[in-house]
T-cell receptor
Framework: QKEVEQDPGPLSVPEGAIVSLNCTYSNSAFQYFMWYRQYSRKGPELLMYTYSSGNKEDGRFTAQVDKSSKYISLFIRDSQPSDSATYLC????????FGAGTTVTVRA | NAGVTQTPKFRVLKTGQSMTLLCAQDMNHEYMYWYRQDPGMGLRLIHYSVGEGTTAKGEVPDGYNVSRLKKQNFLLGLESAAPSQTSVYFC?????????????FGPGTRLTVL
């Protein structure tokens, strides 16, 4: 069983829709939870990170962590075609573990 | 400020051939990493370095070697390439290895082994 499970999608939504992405994990030692965004044929770049449980909001993006359920989510409000990318969750105790990534397409 | 750069961008090898991938960073980061990315597998750590002259094994180190002779450079070597090493390789760097610290990634090298 992988330490981090992420549905690879793909996910296709119309412009303006809410995109919901999630990951589950098995290692209760994870303390830092991150979302990286990867555009096609580019390297990943950090989008958001959260420490321990709770919510964090940054513009149209909201990250949620529920450590009791070992479940994290990323919501994208008012999605735009420029949000089309692969989103990777990542988690860390002393090393970073990545999910497989979910490919999102926002249709204009 | 170029960030993290990787050379080459693409390469096709025949089984048994060798090659070296070069990663360079200009952010004065101590930590550097080599990952491979395969469909459905996410990013998997091959080797990493915590400073000049040091290297350590990651999750999938077999078939690869690395060297960090200069702080800004991290080399990944394939001594005898196999088709299972067909992948996209990413180099990354960070200022430390704390869980909250961002890793900065290069643009990737697409390697095909025939």
């Amino acid at each position: 069983q992988k330490e981090v499970e992420q549905d690879p999608g793909p996910l296709s939504v119309p412009e303006g829709a809410i995109v919901s992405l999630n990951c589950t994990y098995s290692n209760s030692a994870f303390q830092y939870f991150m979302w990286y965004r990867q555009y096609s044929r580019k390297g990943p770049e950090l989008l958001m990170y959260t420490y321990s449980s709770g919510n964090k909001e940054d513009g149209r993006f909201t990250a949620q962590v529920d450590k009791s359920s070992k479940y994290i989510s990323l919501f994208i409000r008012d999605s735009q075609p420029s949000d089309s990318a692969t989103y990777l969750c990542a988690m860390s105790d002393y090393k970073l573990s990545f999910g497989a990534g979910t490919t999102v397409t926002v249709r204009a | 400020n170029a960030g993290v750069t990787q050379t080459p961008k693409f390469r096709v090898l025949k089984t048994g051939q060798s090659m070296t991938l070069l990663c360079a960073q200009d952010m004065n980061h101590e930590y550097m990493y080599w990952y491979r990315q395969d469909p459905g597998m996410g990013l998997r750590l091959i080797h990493y370095s915590v400073g000049e002259g040091t290297t350590a094994k990651g999750e999938v180190p077999d078939g690869y070697n690395v060297s960090r002779l200069k702080k800004q450079n991290f080399l990944l070597g394939l001594e005898s390439a196999a088709p299972s090493q067909t992948s996209v390789y990413f180099c990354a760097s960070s200022r430390s290895r704390g869980g909250e610290v961002e890793q900065f990634f290069g643009p990737g090298t697409r390697l095909t082994v025939l």
